[in-house]
C-alpha cells in the first residue's frame, strides 16, 4: 500500500467572507492536482473559523461574576475565560494556566478551542477565534461542492490540535469529516490468530487528522490544507460527532 499526502500551495490568508471553498478548488488545480476517487481533502480549522468570521474581540466582552473568579484561579484574562464559558456545557478541570471544558458540540478539550495564534489583531492583542459553527456540516457542503466540481467521489476532513489528558505533545484531531467512516468498529473481527476482537475501534479521521498535520505544522508553517491519496475502506461514511465519547463512558468525567 502507498499513501501520499501533498500541502496544496499558495492558499492565500482567509479573511471572513472569504469563498474558502473556491480558494480551495484553485489551490488544487494550480498545483496541476487531478483529483481522483476516495482522495481526501483535510482543511485545517483555523482557515474555516476564519472563512465564518468566528471572531470576537475582547474589548467587547463582559466577564461574568464567574469569569472573573476562574480567571484568578487559572491567570487568565476574564474577558477570554467569560468567552471560553461561553461557548462550554462544562468545566471538566482546571488548574493555573489551564482550562478544560466541554465544548457546546460535545468536544473535551483545552480553552473551548478558543485560540489566539495565527489570528491577525488589528489593535492590541484583542482577536480571539472560536471553533466553526458546524464542522460535520462544513465538510459535508464542501464534499458536494468538490465533487461538483472535480466529477470524482471524494472525502473531506477538518482537524484542529489537541492536547491529550495522558501523554505530553499536539496532535491534529478530526473535529468535522465527511464521506468516509470516521469511526470503524472493529469488534467481532479476527486478528492474525482468528481471535475476535472485542473492544477494538479504529479513529479513521482523527489518524488522517493527524497525518495532515505533519505537513500543516503548528507555527507559522502556513499549510491549512492537505490532499492524502491511496486510503480505501469499505465501511459507509459516518460523521467526527461520533468520535466523541458520551459522558457516561468517560473515566475522565
Known amino acids: 500500500m502507498t499513501l501520499t499526502l501533498t500541502s496544496l500551495p499558495d492558499v492565500p490568508l482567509v479573511a471572513p467572507g472569504d469563498d474558502l471553498g473556491a480558494l480551495l478548488i484553485a489551490a488544487i488545480e494550480r ?28 474589548r467587547q466582552v463582559v466577564p461574568s461574576a464567574r469569569a472573573e473568579e476562574l480567571a484568578i484561579a487559572v491567570d487568565k484574562d476574564p474577558r477570554l475565560v467569560e468567552v471560553i464559558l461561553s461557548q462550554s456545557t462544562e468545566v471538566v478541570a482546571h488548574r493555573r494556566g489551564a482550562i478544560v471544558v466541554a465544548h457546546k458540540l460535545g468536544f473535551v478539550m483545552a480553552n473551548a478551542g478558543v485560540d489566539q495564534s495565527n489570528v491577525e489583531q488589528t489593535d492590541g492583542d484583542t482577536n480571539v477565534l472560536l471553533l466553526p459553527e458546524d464542522p460535520d456540516g462544513w465538510c459535508e457542503a464542501l464534499r458536494q461542492r468538490l465533487m461538483a466540481h472535480f466529477g470524482v467521489e471524494m472525502a473531506v476532513v477538518m482537524n484542529d490540535s489537541f492536547g491529550r489528558a495522558w501523554r505530553y505533545g499536539t496532535v491534529g484531531v478530526a473535529i468535522g469529516a465527511a464521506g468516509l467512516p470516521a469511526l470503524l468498529d472493529c469488534v467481532g473481527e479476527p486478528d492474525l490468530f482468528g481471535r475476535k476482537l472485542r473492544i477494538t475501534q479504529v479513529g479513521l479521521a482523527d489518524e488522517v487528522a493527524a497525518a495532515a498535520s505533519l505537513l500543516m505544522g503548528q507555527a507559522s508553517e502556513g499549510q491549512p490544507a492537505v490532499l492524502m491519496r491511496g486510503l480505501s475502506w469499505s465501511r459507509p461514511p459516518v460523521p467526527a460527532s461520533t468520535l466523541v465519547r458520551a459522558k457516561a463512558e468517560d473515566m475522565f468525567r
Open 31 to 58: 498545483a496541476g492536482i487531478v483529483p481522483q476517487a476516495r482522495e481526501i481533502l483535510i482543511v485545517a480549522q483555523k482557515v474555516v473559523s476564519k472563512a465564518e468570521g468566528r471572531f470576537v474581540d475582547l
